[in-house]
C-alpha cells in the first residue's frame, strides 16, 4: 500500500530512521517505510527477462493464429506447386 504513497513524496534522508515524514502529500509512515516503498517501486518497474518468456494470454493469442495462418499458407503453396 505504501508503494503508490511514496511516488509522489520527494525526500532527502541520511539514513533510514523511524523518524516521522513531513510531506505533502502525506506520507503514512516513517523514513524506514519511506525507503522500502521506494525500493520496491524502482525494483518493480526494472525487472528484466528474456525475450519471449513471459507472454499474456492476448499476445499468446495472437501467434497462434499467426503460426496457423502461416502453416495454412504454406500447405497452400506445396499443393498448388
Given at each position: 500500500m505504501?508503494?503508490?504513497w511514496?511516488?509522489?513524496v520527494r525526500v532527502v534522508t541520511d539514513s533510514p530512521s523511524r523518524k516521522c515524514i513531513v510531506s505533502y502529500p502525506p506520507f503514512p509512515g516513517?523514513?524506514?517505510n519511506y525507503l522500502r516503498a521506494q525500493i520496491a517501486r524502482i525494483s518493480g518497474g526494472a525487472q528484466i527477462s528474456p525475450a519471449g518468456?513471459?507472454?499474456f494470454e492476448e499476445e499468446e493469442k495472437r501467434r497462434r493464429r499467426e503460426k496457423v495462418i502461416?502453416?495454412?499458407i504454406t500447405l497452400l503453396c506445396t499443393i498448388s506447386v
Amino acid at each position: 500500500m505504501m508503494i503508490g504513497w511514496g511516488e509522489p513524496v520527494r525526500v532527502v534522508t541520511d539514513s533510514p530512521s523511524r523518524k516521522c515524514i513531513v510531506s505533502y502529500p502525506p506520507f503514512p509512515g516513517n523514513e524506514m517505510n519511506y525507503l522500502r516503498a521506494q525500493i520496491a517501486r524502482i525494483s518493480g518497474g526494472a525487472q528484466i527477462s528474456p525475450a519471449g518468456y513471459f507472454m499474456f494470454e492476448e499476445e499468446e493469442k495472437r501467434r497462434r493464429r499467426e503460426k496457423v495462418i502461416l502453416d495454412t499458407i504454406t500447405l497452400l503453396c506445396t499443393i498448388s506447386v
